[in-house]
């Protein structure tokens, strides 16, 4: 697969609209592309996302779903992850180990079977007193 720069891929993008806007001012507006057209924008869509290429490329996005779709053999893929943010656990649960912490003064804090929201409220308070 080539390396493209940021520029490239909106020359690309570009390009591809105007191979879109010139097939279309001739064979009319609902007539169907062309599967090499239809394959640029599928490869374009996977670089982008859909809904971003097609809004870049003047195509319905539920033009863009089905040709992806056509082309996965009737499945649409799962959008892929680039960063998952997790949530804390709901409700607090009850530790199985022992947490141990402690100031730069030297004073400890030995902290046995309590739940996640009592252990952070144990340190703020216990970390606070340096203050």
């Known amino acids: 697969m080539k ?11 570009a390009a591809l609209a105007q191979r879109i806007r010139n097939y279309r001012s001739q064979h009319g507006r609902r007539s169907r592309l062309p599967d090499d057209i239809v394959a640029a924008a599928i ?3 996977e670089i ?3 809904p971003a290429a097609a809004a870049a490329l003047g195509v319905h996005y539920s033009s863009m779903r089905r040709w992806i779709r056509r082309a996965n053999g009737g499945k649409v893929p799962p959008p892929k992850a680039e960063f998952i943010e997790l949530s804390p656990p709901s409700q607090s649960f009850v530790c199985a ?15 046995r079977d309590i739940g996640s929201e009592g252990i952070a409220f144990l340190a703020r308070s216990f970390w606070g007193d340096l203050e």
């Open 3 to 13: 390396q493209l720069n940021r520029a490239g891929m909106v020359d690309e993008l």
């Open 43 to 45: 490869h374009l869509a």
């Open 48 to 50: 982008h996302g859909g």
């Open 97 to 111: 180990r022992s947490v141990e912490i402690a100031r730069p003064d030297g004073c400890r804090m030995l902290i």
